[in-house]
């Protein structure tokens, strides 16, 4: 099959008039930039670019050096083009303005530059996540302007740096994987309109917080764990990456569900994971493959978010299995 680059897919998304000439600039070089990271996490310990920043982040989490690079590669990216009012990042306070020096465009860019970077150091796949909204019309590019629900994403996307480096996109008319060809140094396509199997055998969470999950959690996850001798009547497999784009891809590509659920621990924090920048562009991803993704009780695209950097509880995956462990957390599960 003659293999078609990332350009040609975008270029002829425009010609068929489902894109604009700046969401195509955007994407790619929200793309280029995914490659610079790629080539800089791949230097591991020759890079020096491994271990702490020493600094913190606004969640208050030691920021790794590949995190501000990572961070530093897409604001660069990003500045010139013409195509953004503002972008935000987990890595920063406030979202992060154009320089007056460029023109603005009509979109927003947020985005986790690297997710899941404690497992940089030990060599564990990462990646980077990024969703794209439009900044209302005649409204100044504040947070404010950012805080629309998942909805309103106009094209979400992460890329995986693992033994390959994958960039997956959705425009809002399916799903699509690019596989970075390191010789010719380009994206080319290598999976269109990915489909999430609606059951699944094998599911996706951190066992180590049990004890804090609420009842329905421990129900639902009690019932994975009986197995054949329990109400499922069959048997489940367990994955844990700790890397969401990692187990994100796992489910994109063979099935499964992902689940991080508020816990008692800290009752005022409704999850670890960011709504805009994580559970928002995977969840898009994920339903625009088939797949479901709900906090436990509502669609999390439905989701009016109040804060940038506001948490919420994840249920993400194969559709029926993601609509089981739902009904346990709202009173419906039979
Ligand atoms: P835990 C990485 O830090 C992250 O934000 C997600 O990528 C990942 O799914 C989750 O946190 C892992 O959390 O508590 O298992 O370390």
């Known amino acids: 099959m003659k293999s078609i680059s990332m350009t040609q897919y975008l270029l002829e998304e425009q010609r068929a008039g489902r894109i604009n000439a700046d969401l195509r600039l955007l994407i790619e ?3 280029r930039a995914c490659k610079r990271i790629s080539i800089a996490t791949a230097k591991g310990a ?20 590949l995190d501000v690079l990572s961070n530093e590669i897409l604001l660069e990216a990003n500045a010139w083009g013409g195509h953004l009012a503002a972008l935000a990042s987990e890595e920063m306070d406030d979202p992060h303005p154009i320089p007056d020096r460029y023109p603005k465009g009509e979109y927003l860019l947020v985005f986790d530059p690297l997710d899941g970077s404690s497992n940089i150091d030990v060599n564990i796949s990462v990646g980077t996540i990024f969703s794209v909204l439009r900044c209302p019309e005649d409204v100044k590019p504040d ?46 396509l290598t999976g269109l309109r990915l489909r999430i199997p609606e059951e699944t055998a ?27 001798t329990g109400p499922r009547a069959r048997d489940f497999n367990m994955r844990w990456v700790a890397s969401m784009v990692a187990d994100v891809h796992r489910i994109l590509t063979r099935g499964g569900i992902f689940i991080y659920p508020r816990d008692q621990r800290d009752p005022d924090k409704p999850g670890k994971l960011r709504l805009m920048y994580e559970a928002n562009p995977m969840s ?14 509502r669609r999390i695209m439905e989701i009016q978010p109040q804060k940038l950097h506001q948490r919420v509880a994840v249920f993400l995956g194969s559709k029926n299995e993601v609509e089981r462990a739902t009904a346990f957390h709202d009173g419906t599960a039979a």
């Open 143 to 188: 947070e404010k302007a950012f805080l629309q629900p998942g909805t309103q994403q106009v094209a979400a996307g992460y890329a995986i740096y693992g033994s390959s480096t994958v960039f997956v996109l959705t425009l809002g008319d399916g799903v699509y994987a690019f596989t970075l060809d390191r010789e010719q140094g380009s994206f080319v």
């Open 29 to 31: 070089v929200v793309a």
């Open 46 to 65: 020759l890079g020096g670019v491994l271990g702490s920043a020493g600094t913190e982040n606004v969640q208050g989490e030691t920021q790794k050096k």
């Open 284 to 297: 898009m991803i994920i339903e625009q493959a088939g797949g479901a993704s709900t906090d436990g009780h």
């Open 202 to 228: 094998e599911f996706a969470i951190n066992m180590s917080n049990q004890r804090h999950w609420e009842a329905p959690m421990q129900r639902y996850i009690d019932e994975l764990l009986a197995g054949k």
